[in-house]
């Protein structure tokens, strides 16, 4: 049987752009948190929602994939924002590229989503014999008064895009090896928006102080008080960004050595070198230089990367390729695919 291998890439950006140190003093931007993040702009949807930019990234990576709309058999959809509030976003994903076939879903795992959608396409394809093609989309937006991409998460900045790829049986593309993934729950109530749910249904007092955003800042002010519970969360994500890997390739009899490439989620540049570090890879031979054009757009960035980077001709035949995400969970993730070239 032929490999599972992800066929086909495809990434959308808005075209406006944001930069950094336009928005510096009026967010309250410190110069030493911008050179830690090393975020310099990002790509800002002014006239676009998450499924519009879905829907192009898709396009792409079915054209590219040399296959019709009525050709995918499966659609998983990942966003961190929603166009609306509880809503079936996959099936207008599904339904404006004419994949008619198609059972589309919506993954809700954060970050880790596009990871999360590999790794079902990987597994259904070598589970089950009726299924030919998965079609994985990421999409976020971040926008006020939802959430600020300037000052919401510590750890980096975000942008606005979209990234696609299409799962076939095939020995060409990449070839997927194997995945991983790890949660620990401990830390569950870091990322919420605190009301707007059952438990707190919002009131127009909390529309007005603001309350009805997710702020994971403020919220970690308030459940990180003590340096306690701080060592506590730097230690679970430590040892899990190693585990996640390393525990694949033990499983692949693979040695860190043996990996030419890493493409890693675009977090701020001084957690990014941390990871990078763990497996001992150069930083020319990982995705980093993208970060600071486009920042952190949710689980976009891991397919968004591997196609820009396919397109910057990083890859050669018989590459060993590490894919590695974390998340709000927390979640980890990890892929290992092997570029085997585009021949048909």
């Not at 597994?123 to 991409?149: G, H, Q, T, W």
């Not at 994971?216 to 960004?241: H, P, Q, V, W």
């Amino acid at each position: 049987m032929k490999a599972v291998s992800i066929v086909s890439t495809g990434r959308y950006v808005p075209k406006d752009v944001e930069y950094t140190k336009d928005f510096a003093i009026n967010e309250g931007l410190s110069q030493k948190n911008i050179d830690e993040l090393g975020i310099d702009k990002v790509h800002a949807a002014k006239r676009e929602e998450p499924t519009d930019m879905a829907i192009k990234a898709a396009k792409i990576a079915i054209e590219k994939a040399n296959i019709l709309p009525k050709d995918i058999d499966i659609i998983t959809y990942s966003s961190t924002m929603s166009d609306y509030l509880r809503w079936s976003d996959a099936a207008k994903v599904a339904h404006e590229l004419g994949a008619t076939n198609a059972y589309a879903f919506r993954i809700e795992q954060f970050c880790c989503g596009g990871m999360a959608g590999l790794d079902f396409a990987y597994s259904k394809l070598k589970s089950d014999p009726d299924i030919n093609a998965v079609l994985v989309v990421c999409s976020d937006k971040y926008e006020k008064p939802i959430i600020n991409r300037w000052t919401s998460a510590s750890a980096n900045f975000y942008g606005d895009g979209a990234s696609a790829c299409v799962v076939m049986r095939s020995d060409r593309g990449f070839e997927i090896k194997g995945t991983h993934a790890l949660t620990d729950g401990s830390f569950n109530h870091l990322w919420k928006i605190p009301v707007g749910g059952l438990k707190s249904p919002a009131t127009a007092e909390d529309v007005r102080l603001n309350r009805f955003c997710s702020d994971s800042r403020k919220t970690a002010s308030e459940y990180l008080s003590d340096s306690g519970k701080r060592d506590d969360l730097f230690n679970i994500i430590g040892l899990n960004n190693k585990r996640v890997m390393i525990e694949l390739l033990n499983r692949l009899n693979l040695d860190k050595s043996e990996l030419d490439y890493m493409v890693l989620y675009n977090i701020g540049k001084e957690i990014m070198l941390k990871i990078i570090n763990i497996i001992g890879m150069d930083v020319s031979k990982t995705s980093q230089y993208i970060a600071k054009d486009y920042g952190h757009m949710g689980p976009t960035d891991i397919l968004f990367n591997l196609d820009l980077m396919t397109q910057d001709q990083k890859f050669e035949v018989g590459h060993k390729i590490m894919l590695f995400s974390a998340g709000a969970g927390f979640s980890w993730s990890s892929a290992l695919l092997e570029f085997k070239g585009w021949r048909i």
